[in-house]
């Protein structure tokens, strides 16, 4: 058996956001409750440069109360996702990319969101200024060698999910993971 749903409201609306909760049966028969967080997809972007640098933000994050290492990234609405990976990478560090290659698109929290996140592969990069980072409450910005990205990772100095899946689907595109099938 599937899960089923019974009947559906919504809970909250916001310009970002919905939230429904949904009553459903559960797999095994049961009745339950759901709340699912509705949004539009969004865009990462894994800007590497030539000198196999990755481009990150230091952003505040406003629901943990934390400053977070990240890729650019950003909300896609229902705007093209490489129109706006684009917009995304110079709003949030100045930069635009000759070379986009789409490399992926993930299911973030498919546990409580229907949010499907596009990755984007940005390299050819220049610095044409025009980023409005203290809206998004970007501290920083800035090349980190893609060796001392992966000790941040496993050191837990980069601990964003979406991040860290971006980060793998870019390895993985670049041939620098091995996996054995």
Known sequence: MTW???????VYRNQWISVREDQVVRPDGTPG????????????????SAADEVLLVTQDR????????????????????????????Q???????????????????NGICTELQHVFLARELTYAGGDAQAEDGITAAGFVPLDEVLERIRSGAITDGQSVSSLLLALLTLDRVSVDR
């Open 62 to 89: 406003y629901p943990t109360g934390t400053a977070s290492v990240e890729v650019p990234a950003g909300n896609a609405g229902h705007e093209d996702p490489l129109a706006a990976a684009q917009r995304e990478l």
């Open 33 to 48: 409750l759901y709340g699912v967080v509705e949004t539009t997809p969004s865009v990462f972007i894994v800007a590497l």
């Open 4 to 10: 089923r749903t019974v009947s559906s409201k919504l």
């Open 91 to 109: 709003e949030e560090t100045g930069y635009v990319a000759a070379s986009w290659t789409p490399i992926g698109a993930l299911e973030s929290m």
